[in-house]
Structures are given as C-alpha cells and as structure tokens.
C-alpha cells in the first residue's frame, strides 16, 4: 500500500476514536446532568422518619405485588380463554338429542332445544323475581363477580365447618354451563371467574339471563326452565304461578335432589326457603307469598317413568363429541339418535342390581353396583352406573376407576399363550417374592404343579406372578408386566395401568365398561371392538348424518383367533367348576372370570357368551371394605340374572373354543336323605357371608333350651299323654324359622338362607 494511502487510514480511525471519545464524553455528562435534575426534582418530594414507613413503603410493596398479581392472574387467564377459541362458542352447547332405543321406540332426551325457546319477556315475572332472589341478588350491580356476595358465603361456610353457601354469581354458573364440568377444583373456579368477566364483556345482563334459564340442568334429565315446566307441571312456563315458579326456582342449586318427582317433600320445603327469599330481598311482601305456601305446587306423577339415564349420559356425552368430527360447515344442532339399548335388557339390569342390593347389601356392607352388558360389535346394550341416579349421578360403570383383582388374570394368561405357553403347561404354584413383594393365595396356601388351566379355574395368584416374570425372561419382571400391558391396550383398556409388581393380579384401575367390551375379543375370535352406544344420527328432519357400521371404528384383530379359542376354553373352566358356578347358564355356553380386591372392596365378574359380554362391579364409593363379597357371590349371581335375560328370544351362537352350551346337571338327593324326602334342590341365590350374626346366635340358643325342654318333657310323658307330646313338637318346630333354614355357600361352606323381605 502507497505510504500516503496509510497516513490516509491512521487519520481516519484517529478521528473515528475521537469522535467516540467525545460522543460517550458528551453521553456520560449529559446522563449525569440529567440524573441530577431529576434527584433535584424529586427530592422535593422526599418523605422522611415515619411517614416514609407508613406511607411510602406500603405503596411502594402495594405496587411491586401488583404487578406480580397481573402477571399471575394473566398466566391463569389464558387456559379459560382458551375455552372461547371457537367462533361458535354461544352454540356449541346448543345440542338438542332425542334418544332412541335399537328398535326406535323413544327412551329419553338431553340437550336443550333453543329452537323452541322463549324471549325473556314472556317469563312470569315471579320466576325471574324468585331466580334472582335466590341465585344472585345483585346480578343487575356486579361485574360478573358478586364481591360480597362471595365474601359472606365465605365466612357463612367458614362458620359452619363445611359448605353452606355458593358465592357464585349467574353469570359465573352460566360460563360453567357453557364452558366447563362440575368437578370441583380449585382451576375449574379460577376459570369460571375469568370466564364470568369475559361473558359480561360479551353479552347484556338481559342475555346472560336469558341464557341462564334456558340451559341449567333442571333435573329429570330437562334443561332449561320451560323443559322443567313442562316435565314436572305439564304447562309452558308463561303459565306457572307463584308456587310453581318457587319450585322451579328451587331446582338451580341442586336439582336431583329437590326433584318434585323423585322426593316432593323436599322440593316443597325448598320452595318454601325461595319463597323467604323473596321476601328477604324486598321483591314480595309476605301477604303476596303466603297463598303460595298454603297452596304448594304439585307435580306430575312420574315414578312410573323410568327412564335409562346413566346410559342417556354416556351416550350424550359420545355424541357430543361426535358432532365435534361433524364438518364446520354443518350446522345442524338437532338430531335424532337411534342407540344400542335393548330396555328389556336394561330393566333386567337394573332389577338384578337392585334385588341384590336390597336383600344382601347390608350382610355384605355393600352400597354400590355397576355393571355394562354388550354386544360382540361394541355396542352398548345394557348400562347401570349405579344404585340410584337420583341421589348420585356420577357413572360408576364410566368414569370410576377400581382395581378388577383376579378379572384381569385373563390379559396375563393370553400374553402367556402369544409366548409359547399352552393351557396345558405347567407353573409350580409355591412361594414366589418380587423384591419385597411376596404374593399370596386366596387361601394362604400352595398347590404344586398345576396347568393355566387349573390356575385359572381356581384363580391361583402365584400362578400369574410367576408368569409375568417367566415373559421377561432375562429382561426381568418389568418387561413381563411390559408385554401384559402392551397386549390390555390391544383389547381396548385405556386406563392408566402404571407398572407395579401386583399388576398380574389385578391391582391397577380400569372401567367397568372397558373392561367388559374389552373381554368380547375372546369371542370374537380374537378381534378388539370400540364401546359404543350411538349406532345412527338422523336430523330432526329425517336425514341420515352418521351410522356405526359405515363411519366408525372397525374391528381389529388384537390376538390369533386360536389364541382367543383356547382362552375361552380355559375360562369356561371357571363356571364350570371354578370360582364363578353361580354365572352357569342353562345350555347356553358360558367363560368368565371372577375378582375380588384387597380387603374385599371390590368383587367382579366379567363373562361372555356366543352372544354377549357383561361385566359385574359391587363396592362401596368410599373405598371401604365389604363384609367378605368375592366375585362368586353376588357379581356372578348378578350376571346369570342378566343373562338369562339378555338371551330370551335370541339365537344362542357357539362360544368359539367351548362350543354349544350343555344343560346343567341336576342336583342329586342327599345320600342320607330318607327314601321318601325330595332331592335337594341346587340353591341359586347367594347367601349371607357365612358370618354367625347376634340374632342367629339367639336363635341357636333358643334352639338348644327347647330341644332341652323337650328332652324333659319327653322323660316325663307317659303313652296315654299324646297331646302334650304334640305340643313339644310344635314348639320344636317354632324353632326353626322358615328364612334360616341352612344352605350352602358359594365354595360349599354353610350359611343362612336368603332372609326374606
């Protein structure tokens, strides 16, 4: 380079560093010139001594946490607007369902029909006074969020040690309605109130209201105040009068259990707490309410309507989100659906649950029961989700998870047949520990060396252990309880199923009806179906939207049609001679397994037939223990009931690895049965725990004081004193009750009979 071009370059950056110089010069000086400007003007401010720590300070820490609350109250905001995505958010609960049973008869109702709504002004003026009144006072005053409202349900539910009063306004119960479930959350809540906030920015107090009515759950499976009037009084409701409208009024808060046609009483009294109310509020004087308190309202008799409505849940449920997979550019919102119910078989249900329930639920310390019966498609014939929907709607056959003990047994035993086992192989049933987990037998003792087909039967627990251990060969038992879970999901379990040592033998938590239609693989040569209940969607004008066998899921074949054959072959070993004889059909062929959980909590019987799946669940919903109710008892008792039913007027099909259904034995006479007494007949019904109660024990004593008095009697009475032999007689025979009468148990122990109610 030239030696001028250089000079050139040196000058350059000597003036580039000059000029920065000068430029962070001129910066720092004018900075610290303005810095001291503004401590000059702020100084004039300047609080000392005890006003900066009473004042100052607070403000300063009010500010800084502030801010942190705005940043945290958006962070919790986001997740419930997320709720409001969809532009068609004000319709998306706007399903109107009409529900039909497999033969199209109609069986029920769910959503609301907004086509058929009424304008808010030709609501009784006493219905909205006795709404506001009871639900939110100051609705026309709050921001969506009544203050102080909340504020004194707070130190009322505070006070009495539980809840007492709900603090949420009408505009946070409708974001409930629209947006969100029942559970009770502490999220659930946080998103209400945001929802709340947003919905009055959305919409007028006049709309919030008018939705309101029109989408509350009412009970009776009706929403909305005019389907409740309609359902309980028989009339629109522009025609209720006052006591009507304070019963309506009344269903808000909990409308199963002020149902006027499930408990009167109750609806009535809490009528009468909406008509205080009203008073309360300033709306009506006393004179204006008293007609209505001398003159309560009555309600249509409809006890003798009963109506399918755990089953109605789920299969609302499934068709709401059914209707999500419909194309956005449909926008019909009534249809007419035709499901998989069969009522007979549904009534029958319910009957068998109930029957037992009533006559053995106290002896066995038993409150609860489900059970779901299906067809080899899938399709839901038969749902109960619990003893009563009118005191509890919550679906136990659908959304309560319990440990199904030994039922699940019958996935460990096919994995071990896609292994190389058979049902002939033979497992030494002897002690066996994994890590510090050592399991045990039903009867704390071991049998040797016995088939699959054996342990099965007899429901052996070391059996299915050792299994699992022998499928992870040098993997270990992990990857042996891997591959038994791998081969659940294909049957269809969607539950959780986390890896325990104890999963072999039951202890994870499924469904009753995943674990019901997840059996029906076995008959169905191996093929895994999808629970179903909606079989075709109709328009409410007529026109075919959707049906099963053309849109929906088709079957997969989850194992080898053998491998499901020799199953069903070893299962049926279980009603036959095992565990489960009391699920026996006559001359239908029959497979199944029983269960029974730690300390008794939970008995099942899952089966199957050529025609059907059922699976059985009794317990309690506080997870407390049973009187000793094992899977043999009162489940498989249920399921023979049910079955029995299900296949009247149906062509029985072969049970593929058993065959066709053989006629059950008759019960032979007793061997020291005199020649002209009648054979003893099978006993059928389960009895009583063979636990000798206090009142059976008095009666036993009072049995060996007459037998004592009759020996007496007997030594004393000579051969011309007949009578008062036959006087001893008669009291002997008094002794013995007709309703204790001795009867085997379900493993040939003794027990009472039946009582008689």
């Given at each position: 380079?030239?030696?001028?071009?250089?000079?050139?370059?040196?000058?350059?950056?000597?003036?580039?560093?000059?000029?920065?110089?000068?430029?962070?010069?001129?910066?720092?000086?004018?900075?610290?010139?303005?810095?001291?400007?503004?401590?000059?003007?702020?100084?004039?401010?300047?609080?000392?001594?005890?006003?900066?720590?009473?004042?100052?300070?607070?403000?300063?820490?009010?500010?800084?946490?502030?801010l942190g609350g705005m940043i945290l109250m958006l962070t919790l905001a986001i997740p419930a607007f997320r709720e409001t995505a969809d532009?068609?958010?004000?319709?998306?609960?706007?399903?109107?369902?009409?529900?039909?049973?497999?033969?199209?008869?109609?069986?029920?109702?769910?959503?609301?029909?907004?086509?058929?709504?009424?304008?808010?002004?030709?609501?009784?003026?006493?219905?909205?006074?006795?709404?506001?009144?009871?639900?939110?006072?100051?609705?026309?005053?709050?921001?969506g969020i009544d203050v102080p409202g909340l504020a004194r349900a707070l130190v009322t539910n505070a006070q009495a040690g539980g809840v007492r009063q709900g603090g949420s306004s009408i505009t946070q119960q409708l974001a409930k309605n629209l947006f969100l479930n029942n559970e009770r959350t502490i999220e659930r809540k946080v998103k209400e109130a945001f929802l709340a906030i947003w919905l009055e920015t959305r919409l007028t107090k006049n709309e919030i209201l008018k939705l309101y009515l029109d989408r509350a759950y009412m009970g009776g499976g009706t929403f909305g105040v005019d389907g409740a009037a309609h359902f309980y009084f028989n009339k629109s409701v522009r025609d209720v009068n006052l006591a009507e409208a304070a019963m309506l009024a009344?269903?808000?808060?909990?409308?199963?259990?002020?149902?006027?046609?499930?408990?009167?009483?109750?609806?009535?009294?809490?009528?009468?707490?909406?008509?205080?109310?009203?008073?309360?509020?300033?709306?009506?004087?006393?004179?204006?309410?008293?007609?209505?308190?001398?003159?309560?309202?009555?309600?249509?008799?409809?006890?003798?309507?009963?109506?399918?409505?755990?089953?109605?849940?789920?299969?609302?449920?499934?068709?709401?989100?059914?209707?999500?997979?419909?194309?956005?550019?449909?926008?019909?919102?009534?249809?007419?659906?035709?499901?998989?119910?069969?009522?007979?078989?549904?009534k029958a249900a319910e009957e068998a649950i109930e029957n037992q329930l009533r006559q053995f639920g106290r002896d066995y310390h038993a409150t609860q029961a489900a059970t779901v019966v299906s067809d080899l498609d899938g399709g839901i014939r038969a749902m109960v989700g619990g003893r009563d929907y009118g005191a509890s709607q919550f679906n136990r056959a659908v959304d309560a998870y319990r440990q199904p003990g030994s039922s699940f047994k019958p996935y460990v035993y096919t994995t071990a047949l896609?292994?190389?086992?058979?049902?002939?192989?033979?497992?030494?049933?002897?002690?066996?520990?994994?890590?510090?987990?050592?399991?045990?037998n039903y009867g704390h003792s071991y049998s040797g060396q016995v088939t699959l087909t054996q342990a099965i039967t007899r429901s052996i627990n070391v059996v299915p252990v050792k299994l699992s251990i022998a499928l992870g060969g040098k993997e270990g038992p992990k990857a042996g309880r891997a591959k038994i879970v791998e081969v659940a999901r294909r049957f269809g379990l969607k539950a959780p199923l986390p890896d325990t040592p104890s999963l072999p033998i039951g202890s994870d938590e499924v469904t009753v009806i995943e674990h019901a239609v997840a059996y029906a693989t076995f008959p169905n040569r191996g093929k895994a179906v999808t629970p179903?209940?909606?079989?075709?969607?109709?328009?409410?004008?007529?026109?075919?939207?959707?049906?099963?066998?053309?849109?929906?899921?088709?079957?997969?074949?989850?194992?080898?049609?053998?491998?499901?054959?020799?199953?069903?072959?070893?299962?049926?070993?279980?009603?036959?001679?095992?565990?489960?004889?009391?699920?026996?059909?006559?001359?239908?062929?029959?497979?199944?397994?029983?269960?029974?959980?730690?300390?008794?909590?939970?008995?099942?019987?899952?089966?199957?037939?050529?025609?059907?799946?059922?699976?059985?669940?009794?317990?309690?919903?506080?997870?407390?223990?049973?009187?000793?109710?094992?899977?043999?008892?009162?489940?498989?008792?249920?399921?023979?009931?049910?079955?029995?039913?299900?296949?009247?007027g149906v062509e029985v099909k072969e049970l593929v690895g058993v065959g066709m259904g053989q006629k059950l034995p008759p019960q032979p006479a007793q061997a020291n049965a005199q020649a002209n007494a009648a054979p003893r007949v099978l006993e059928t019904k389960p009895g009583p725990p063979p636990v000798l109660t206090k009142r059976g024990a008095d009666i036993l004593v009072r049995v060996e004081k007459l037998l004592d008095e009759a020996a007496k009697t007997a030594n004393k009475t000579t051969l011309n004193e007949p009578s008062k032999a036959g006087k001893a007689e008669?009291?002997?025979?008094?002794?013995?009750?007709?309703?204790?009468?001795?009867?085997?148990?379900p493993d040939g122990a003794t027990a009472p009979a039946p009582r008689k109610n």
């Amino acid at each position: 380079m030239p030696s001028h071009w250089k000079q050139k370059v040196r000058n350059f950056f000597l003036d580039l560093d000059a000029r920065i110089d000068s430029t962070l010069f001129s910066s720092g000086k004018g900075l610290r010139e303005l810095y001291e400007r503004y401590s000059t003007f702020m100084d004039r401010f300047y609080v000392g001594r005890w006003k900066r720590w009473v004042f100052i300070e607070p403000l300063s820490e009010a500010a800084t946490i502030g801010l942190g609350g705005m940043i945290l109250m958006l962070t919790l905001a986001i997740p419930a607007f997320r709720e409001t995505a969809d532009e068609d958010w004000l319709k998306k609960s706007d399903l109107a369902v009409t529900f039909l049973d497999r033969y199209g008869n109609p069986i029920g109702n769910r959503g609301i029909k907004h086509n058929d709504s009424i304008p808010l002004e030709d609501f009784p003026d006493n219905l909205i006074k006795a709404t506001l009144a009871t639900e939110d006072r100051r609705f026309y005053d709050h921001f969506g969020i009544d203050v102080p409202g909340l504020a004194r349900a707070l130190v009322t539910n505070a006070q009495a040690g539980g809840v007492r009063q709900g603090g949420s306004s009408i505009t946070q119960q409708l974001a409930k309605n629209l947006f969100l479930n029942n559970e009770r959350t502490i999220e659930r809540k946080v998103k209400e109130a945001f929802l709340a906030i947003w919905l009055e920015t959305r919409l007028t107090k006049n709309e919030i209201l008018k939705l309101y009515l029109d989408r509350a759950y009412m009970g009776g499976g009706t929403f909305g105040v005019d389907g409740a009037a309609h359902f309980y009084f028989n009339k629109s409701v522009r025609d209720v009068n006052l006591a009507e409208a304070a019963m309506l009024a009344g269903l808000f808060k909990a409308p199963t259990k002020y149902a006027p046609h499930i408990n009167l009483p109750a609806a009535r009294a809490r009528a009468n707490v909406v008509l205080d109310n009203l008073v309360d509020a300033g709306f009506m004087t006393e004179g204006q309410v008293f007609g209505a308190r001398r003159n309560p309202a009555v309600a249509v008799d409809r006890r003798d309507e009963n109506s399918p409505n755990y089953y109605l849940d789920y299969a609302f449920d499934e068709m709401r989100k059914l209707v999500d997979t419909f194309p956005k550019s449909y926008t019909e919102r009534v249809f007419v659906v035709r499901t998989a119910i069969d009522m007979n078989v549904q009534k029958a249900a319910e009957e068998a649950i109930e029957n037992q329930l009533r006559q053995f639920g106290r002896d066995y310390h038993a409150t609860q029961a489900a059970t779901v019966v299906s067809d080899l498609d899938g399709g839901i014939r038969a749902m109960v989700g619990g003893r009563d929907y009118g005191a509890s709607q919550f679906n136990r056959a659908v959304d309560a998870y319990r440990q199904p003990g030994s039922s699940f047994k019958p996935y460990v035993y096919t994995t071990a047949l896609l292994n190389g086992f058979t049902p002939n192989s033979k497992i030494v049933d002897g002690p066996v520990c994994i890590g510090n987990w050592c399991p045990q037998n039903y009867g704390h003792s071991y049998s040797g060396q016995v088939t699959l087909t054996q342990a099965i039967t007899r429901s052996i627990n070391v059996v299915p252990v050792k299994l699992s251990i022998a499928l992870g060969g040098k993997e270990g038992p992990k990857a042996g309880r891997a591959k038994i879970v791998e081969v659940a999901r294909r049957f269809g379990l969607k539950a959780p199923l986390p890896d325990t040592p104890s999963l072999p033998i039951g202890s994870d938590e499924v469904t009753v009806i995943e674990h019901a239609v997840a059996y029906a693989t076995f008959p169905n040569r191996g093929k895994a179906v999808t629970p179903h209940s909606v079989l075709e969607v109709r328009t409410g004008a007529g026109d075919l939207v959707w049906r099963w066998d053309r849109d929906g899921p088709k079957p997969r074949q989850a194992i080898p049609s053998n491998i499901a054959a020799d199953m069903a072959g070893m299962m049926s070993h279980v009603v036959s001679e095992g565990t489960a004889r009391r699920a026996a059909l006559d001359g239908i062929p029959t497979a199944g397994k029983t269960g029974t959980t730690n300390a008794y909590r939970d008995a099942w019987f899952v089966g199957y037939t050529g025609n059907f799946t059922c699976a059985v669940w009794y317990g309690n919903d506080d997870y407390s223990p049973t009187n000793r109710m094992t899977g043999g008892s009162l489940p498989a008792q249920t399921w023979h009931d049910i079955m029995v039913a299900a296949h009247q007027g149906v062509e029985v099909k072969e049970l593929v690895g058993v065959g066709m259904g053989q006629k059950l034995p008759p019960q032979p006479a007793q061997a020291n049965a005199q020649a002209n007494a009648a054979p003893r007949v099978l006993e059928t019904k389960p009895g009583p725990p063979p636990v000798l109660t206090k009142r059976g024990a008095d009666i036993l004593v009072r049995v060996e004081k007459l037998l004592d008095e009759a020996a007496k009697t007997a030594n004393k009475t000579t051969l011309n004193e007949p009578s008062k032999a036959g006087k001893a007689e008669s009291s002997s025979a008094l002794a013995f009750p007709e309703n204790y009468v001795a009867a085997a148990g379900p493993d040939g122990a003794t027990a009472p009979a039946p009582r008689k109610n």
